[in-house]
């Protein structure tokens, strides 16, 4: 008897216009629409457009303007009939808004009702942070300590850890610094005070440990912020103590066992929802991102500054042309002028460097459907929801207030993550469109896909699918409260993210932009 094969329906053409003064749209069917295709309301397609990318819902002449979210994205660099694909090349992207035009705090948003009765098991420390994870984590001053530092770590996990129950896992903060560095150049500040601040991550516990090299530039004292001289925290191999390499192993296992009895005793209690720090962050981004996504993390953003939270968002290029946009959401002047700020510090750092904020986009970007660093802008951006920007962070700097805040970083991924981890996010939620199966050892990773498309076929790397949005299954505000829940689940240690299930982390990467020597 011959089976029957059962196919899925097929999708009726689709696409998303977010304002109406849009006159461009994306395309929602997966793997795009033919040539031909005619959506409802009698738009026909003049040629192939792919999934995410742009349609031309009316003529667009050349040199006029392009419009998505309702901004200008750009201007034609050639006549664009109506229903053909609005492709890259066909878009020049549109000057960056000056910083001495845009307004300073004069849209605030009034406080949000607050959102009471929402908790967390987290793991509480003595200076009253609140952890997710409890773990050991040994600082490096120098990378010529890495590779002895990982051989010590293998017999950690496998000869003390068994006996440390409550403890998750013992990580080292090893990175590229130390030596061979212009420690004194004032740029130097931004990777030092992130070393500094890493080491006193909410998830560590407090039990600060060093592993040095004893000839280095940056000496491991000022890690801890500690004067010189004998120091229980800090141990150095050059020390005259150790008798070859098999001593060295041994006195990083004998302080890391010190510090597992003291991890051993915390436990989960119950915290309520404002003890989170939670950072979100986008990678390999699409044209769903500011559609999906992004937007249903800003929802969630919002309420977890409703419950009291502190929330961070980042990535100053994908920031920088839509600053005027945030500026207005300024607690006051003083915050509006300190986002200037560090957008103007990275006017400066990438003109020294030869390039500028167009290099942002990835080809990756550009075959989700993102023509240019303004039409990603305004897609990321979502992410900070609606409440006010309350402070504003310079890379590295560790977070002091409460709410959303906008922590200074690059757009790497990496970086970005490195960053967020020494201003003290203890989780972080990540978008992507692409895919990637990017995570930190440090703190969970919560990723969010922009399409369901790439929630199924990557079913065992994201967390969560806000694709549904973009197929008309569930609202922005259900996939918020949706994410909100599953934070709190995370937070919890009640629900484990697929990147720490796999062990996939990524290595810390430093932002130095200052001289190497």
């Avoid at 103007?344 to 023509?371: C, E, I, Q, V």
């Amino acid at each position: 008897m011959q089976k029957s094969v059962i196919k899925p329906p097929a999708q009726l053409p689709r696409y998303i216009r977010i304002s109406d003064a849009d006159n461009v749209a994306i395309v929602v069917n997966d793997f795009g629409l033919p040539a031909g295709t005619v959506f409802a309301c009698g738009l026909t397609l003049s040629e192939r457009v792919p999934q995410g990318h742009k349609v031309a819902l009316a003529d667009i002449a050349e040199g006029a303007d392009i419009v998505r979210y309702g901004h200008v994205i750009g201007t034609a660099t050639r006549h664009i009939a109506k229903g053909r694909w609005v492709e890259e090349s066909g878009v020049r992207l549109p000057a960056a808004p000056p910083m001495d035009q845009i307004p300073l705090a004069t849209k605030v948003p009034l406080p949000m009702p607050p959102l009471e009765g929402y908790t967390f098991e987290g793991f509480r420390n003595p200076d009253g942070s609140v952890g997710t994870k409890n773990l050991l984590a040994i600082s490096t001053s120098v990378q010529c300590v890495a590779g002895t530092l990982d051989y010590a770590i293998k017999l950690i996990r496998r000869d003390l850890l068994p006996r440390y129950p409550n403890v998750d896992d013992v990580i080292g903060l090893t990175h590229s610094y130390g030596c061979g560095v212009a420690i004194n150049a004032p740029d130097a500040v931004i990777p030092i005070r992130t070393l500094q601040n890493l080491a006193r991550n909410p998830n560590f516990g407090g039990q600060a440990m060093v592993v040095g090299l004893g000839c280095e530039k940056l000496a491991p004292e000022v890690l801890l912020r500690a004067p010189a001289g004998k120091n229980a925290d800090i141990m150095s191999l050059q020390d005259e103590a150790f008798t070859g390499f098999g001593p060295m192993v041994a006195s990083i296992l004998e302080m890391a066992e010190a510090r597992l009895e003291i991890l051993n005793r915390r436990h989960r209690e119950t915290c309520p929802a404002s003890d989170l720090v939670v950072g979100m962050q986008c990678g390999g981004s699409d044209a769903f991102s500011g559609v999906t996504a992004n937007p249903a993390l800003g929802f969630t953003s919002d309420l977890l500054v409703r419950a009291g939270a502190t929330v961070m968002f980042s990535e100053v290029t994908e920031v920088r042309d839509a600053v005027h946009l945030l500026t207005p959401r300024a607690v006051n002047v003083e915050v509006a002028r300190a986002l200037i700020r560090e957008m103007d510090w990275y006017d400066t750092y990438l003109d020294r460097g030869g390039a500028d904020r167009s290099a942002n986009t990835t080809p990756g970007n550009k075959k989700g459907g993102l023509a240019n660093i303004m039409e990603k802008t305004l897609g990321s951006i979502a992410k900070s929801g609606t409440a006010a920007i309350s402070g504003v962070l310079a890379p590295g700097e560790k977070a002091n207030t409460k709410g959303l805040l906008f922590a200074a970083t690059p757009a790497s991924d990496f970086v970005c993550g490195t960053l967020q981890l020494a201003s003290g996010i203890t989780l972080q939620v990540f978008t992507t469109g692409r895919g990637t199966p990017y995570g930190l050892a440090a703190a969970p990773v919560l990723k969010v896909s922009t399409r369901t498309e790439l929630a199924t076929r990557w079913h065992d790397l994201i967390d969560f699918d806000a694709g549904r949005i973009a197929a008309g299954e569930a609202s922005i505000a259900e996939t918020g409260w949706e994410l909100f829940r599953l934070i709190l689940e995370v937070a919890s240690g009640r629900k484990k993210v697929w990147a720490d299930h796999w062990g996939i982390h990524n290595a810390l990467t430093l932002f130095n932009p200052a001289p190497i020597t």
